[in-house]
Structure formats: C-alpha cells, structure tokens
C-alpha cells in the first residue's frame, strides 16, 4: 500500500531544534545556495535558520501548520543538518514527540 511520506503532514523537526550550519552555505561567492534572508550569524564561524535559535524554535522558511500540512519553502536550498535528518531518526522521533504527534511511523514506506 502506498503511503504519503509522513514528512508532508508533520514540519516538526523543523520546530523543534537549533538548525545551525558552516556560514558559507549561505553566501553565494562561496558557492552557497542556502538563502541569506532566511539566515542570520551565530558566531563568526556558523550560521542559523532564522526563527530556530530561540526556545520555542520554528524556522521561518517553514509553511504551514505542524501536524498538518508543512513544506519547507526553500527546500531545493536546504542547508545540510536539514538534508541529513532522516524521517524516523531518534531526532525525528523526539521532535514529533515534543509535538504530540503519532511515533508509529511504521506503515510508512519510503519510495
Ligand atoms: S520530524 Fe520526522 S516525520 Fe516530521 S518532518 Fe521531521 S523528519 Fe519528517
Ligand atoms: S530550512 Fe526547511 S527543512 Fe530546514 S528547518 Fe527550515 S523549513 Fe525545515
């Protein structure tokens, strides 16, 4: 049976933790693709998604409603922890978790 990926109606990992990355994924003369307005420096080193580095975290390239359904506005772009996270990961399960969300993934079937 074909199952939607759970990522479409979830958007938790994404309100959940610090998405912090080396800088130049942001700058373009770097060869960077991530985009700059959606990111702000966190020491001279690494950069953050805007909107995670604060205690009730929610990136600001993240449309709309945790649960429901969520996309990621920039998501050719993502910087690199956002294109490791694995659907299913101990981190997938804390963040859907903090969020009251199902943790039976189970019937889930990658394509
Ligand atoms: S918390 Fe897990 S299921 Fe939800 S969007 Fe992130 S990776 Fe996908
Ligand atoms: S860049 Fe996209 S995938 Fe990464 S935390 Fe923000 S909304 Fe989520």
């Known amino acids: 049976m074909s199952v939607d990926n759970p990522c479409l109606s979830c958007g938790a990992c994404c309100a959940s933790f610090r998405v912090s990355f080396y800088w130049a994924e942001a700058d373009a003369e770097s060869g960077g693709v991530v ?41 050719e772009q993502r910087p690199t922890p956002c294109r490791e996270f694995e659907a299913g990961s101990e981190g997938c399960l804390k963040a859907r978790a903090k969020h009251g969300l199902s943790l039976d993934l189970s019937d889930w079937r990658a394509a």
């Open 35 to 75: 985009p700059l307005e959606f990111t702000e420096k966190l020491n001279p080193w690494r950069s953050v998604m805007i909107g995670t580095n604060q205690p009730q975290p929610r990136c600001h390239a993240l449309c709309g409603d945790i649960g429901g359904y969520t996309t990621c506005s920039i998501y």
